[in-house]
Nanobody
Framework: QVQLVESGGGSVHAGGSLRLSCAAS????????MGWFRQAPAKEREGVAR???????IYADSVKGRFTVSRDNANNTLYLQMNNLKPEDAGMYFC???????????????WGQGTQVAVSS
């Protein structure tokens, strides 16, 4: 079982930046792939970005060029740097983890509780 704890959410104006963090309880095959999802009110949860332990990254088209996902494998921590935020980026952001299957299917095994991001226009 992997526990994921997010932090770093908040409220910013459009064009602003936030950095989310996710601390994972373990560093093993179950956290080979880690990433972020988000969910806005009345919308489905969508994948934002994910990265494998060897550094392969995948981004949703809507965030390419604005968001950067990275991880500190030594400290079992995942990050999401979000720049030039737009109102449509607002929502609950969830950390996710799983084996290599997650990276190829975008279907994680483990989820965090989420951290809220608000973006005002």
């Amino acid at each position: 079982q992997v526990q994921l704890v997010e932090s770093g959410g908040g409220s910013v104006h459009a064009g602003g930046s936030l950095r989310l963090s996710c601390a994972a309880s373990s560093n093993n095959a179950d956290t080979y792939c880690m990433g972020w999802f988000r969910q806005a009110p009345a919308k489905e949860r969508e994948g934002v970005a994910r990265t494998s332990r060897d550094g392969t990254t995948i981004y949703a088209d809507s965030v390419k060029g604005r968001f950067t996902v990275s991880r500190d494998n030594a400290n079992n921590t995942l990050y999401l740097q979000m720049n030039n935020l737009k109102p449509e980026d607002a929502g609950m952001y969830f950390c996710a983890a799983g084996t290599h299957t997650y990276c190829s299917t975008n279907r994680p095994t483990y989820w965090g509780q989420g951290t809220q991001v608000a973006v005002s226009s």
